[in-house]
């Protein structure tokens, strides 16, 4: 089975059902239960302290900040921050966890239902979440198959999570990349997690099965740690394909871990994918019942921020914005900040709108730099805007100017239209020759327009504006056009 696009409810008759386990690494700069640094890229086993090491005696300290990050969470979705949550044992044995099990949370989760809504293309759409409760990370295994060697790094053992989960309510890879970043743009908006995939900061299961409509739901497999939405994309693409392949060939899917090698493009069985029996759960005897007061919640919500859906639902309703843009303008935070500067210094909303959505994205995207790193402030694309809107500038000229902007050419808008020589022709009279000497050289095209052919005119204006070297403004020579061939 090769990899291919499934965005459709149905795939060649069956229906896809997913959902996903997300791992939000939270942005303490200590770990979940010790005070060792949560710092990416140091040395191996240089933040590794007793406690994450296991070291007999030792005993967990919960740490506020990372309870304060979850009900943050909490909050952002609408869901309930239970008032009293418990930890649990998760017993597993692997090389890099030291207790030989994992402190988490099951029975009663810290963070209880909640939603995500999110857009996908026209279409609104609406994630239910399961519970989001608080763990701790495991080590690293390091493998060197070229020497043959293994070894493991518990630099990240202790490190505090935070995992989301949700129902099974995505019925396509395009929904599922979409859930995927509204909940990344969530958790970096709130400022609990930073949102880094190659470092591990956010990490992505997917549950994948098929059924034909109606029926039960199917055997789910779980494609693990999907480091980057386009890798996400082509492996549920991927997994789809093949479990349906492998029903229609009569065999049974067995429930498994898998992972997905960017590679080949396919997904490969690691191992049998456990059940929530086979950790033997308890409640952890060293941990007291985690207990969060109604005061401390109200504290968190009177510090949030103003959140996407919030901030895109003001764009359409103080600035006239349609409700695409608002959505578009509101993917960071920085960027939402920046539409609301430059709409406020120009007056100028929709061609604020339609310049960062197109322009300055196009730029950044190039440059692969984020929004916060644009050369252009937005207050120097303000000024822009305005040359723009009072005719000083064409479209064309202004991009000239923006360029100049961006390359660091200049910094002063009207500046620079003064040493380019970019000021649209504003003399009518010189305009109203240049316009009668189109016309009188450009007979064929003149009798086609009175024959009602558009093209025609559209070369008309065309020849003009070359004559005018781009300076003129060309609905002022649309018009011209018109009221001397007598037109409507």
């Known amino acids: 089975m090769k990899a291919g696009a499934s965005s459709s409810r149905l795939v060649h008759g069956w229906e896809v059902v997913i959902g996903f386990e997300t791992h939000t690494q939270l942005s303490t700069h200590s770990k979940i239960f010790s005070r ?22 030792t005993l967990p300290v919960m740490n506020k900040g990372a309870v304060e990050r979850a009900i943050r969470f909490g909050l952002a979705i609408g869901a309930r921050i239970a008032p009293r949550s418990i930890f649990a044992r998760k017993n597993y044995f692997y090389p890099d966890l030291p207790k030989g099990y994992q402190i988490s949370q099951y029975e009663i989760p810290v963070v209880q239902g909640g939603e995500i809504a999110f ?65 990344h743009k ?9 949102g880094n995939m190659q470092e591990g900061s956010f990490r992505c299961d997917a549950n994948v099965s098929v059924r034909k409509p109606g ?31 492998e029903l229609e060939d009569g065999r049974a899917i067995e429930q498994a871990t898998v992972l997905f090698d960017p590679g080949t493009g396919e997904t490969r069985a690691m191992r049998t994918k456990e059940d929530a029996a086979d950790y033997r759960y308890f409640p952890d005897p060293d941990l007291p019942p985690l207990v969060i007061p109604d005061s ?71 440059q692969e730099i984020g929004i916060e790193a644009a050369p252009v402030q937005p207050q ?44 649209q022709m504003s003399d009518s009279g010189e305009l109203e020759k240049i ?23 559209n070369a008309l204006v065309g020849q003009a504006m070359k004559a005018t070297k781009g300076k003129a403004n060309p609905q002022q020579v649309g018009e011209l056009l018109r009221r001397k061939l007598g037109m409507p």
């Open 36 to 57: 060792a640094a949560t710092a990416f890229g140091a040395e191996p086993n240089t933040q590794a302290c007793a406690v994450d090491l296991a070291l007999p005696g």
């Open 119 to 183: 857009f996908l293309g026209d279409e609104k759409k609406t994630v239910r979440l399961v519970r989001a409760h608080l763990e701790e990370d495991a080590g690293k295994s390091l493998h060197e198959d070229f020497v043959g060697l293994s070894g493991i790094d518990l630099n990240r053992a202790g490190t505090p999570l935070l995992e989301i989960v949700t129902e099974p309510d995505m019925r396509s890879s395009d929904e599922a990349v979409a859930y995927a970043k509204e909940l």
């Open 186 to 194: 969530i958790v970096t908006w709130i400022g609990i997690c930073d």
């Open 215 to 245: 029926e039960p739901l199917g055997t789910r497999r779980e494609i693990k740690n999907l480091n980057s939405f386009k890798f996400m994309q082509q492996a549920i693409d991927y997994e789809v394909r093949w479990q349906i392949g």
């Open 296 to 366: 401390w919640v109200d504290v968190v919500r009177s510090e949030m921020p103003e959140l996407p859906r919030a901030m895109a639902s003001r764009f359409v309703k103080d600035y006239g914005l349609p409700e695409y843009d608002a959505t578009t303008l509101t993917q960071s935070k920085a960027m939402g900040a920046y539409f609301e500067a430059a709409a406020k210094a120009s007056g100028q909303a929709k061609l604020a709108s339609n310049w960062i959505m197109g322009e300055v994205s196009r730029r950044l995207n190039a």
């Open 380 to 423: 120097m694309l303000a000024a822009l805007l305005g040359r723009i809107h009072d005719g000083t500038v064409s479209n064309n000229a202004a991009r000239q100017v923006f360029d100049a902007l961006w390359t660091g050419e200049g910094s002063d808008v009207d500046a620079i239209i003064e040493a380019k020589g970019l000021k």
């Open 435 to 457: 316009v009668d000497d189109v016309i009188a050289s450009n007979a064929a095209n003149v009798e086609q327009v009175r024959a009602g052919k558009d093209k025609a005119f």
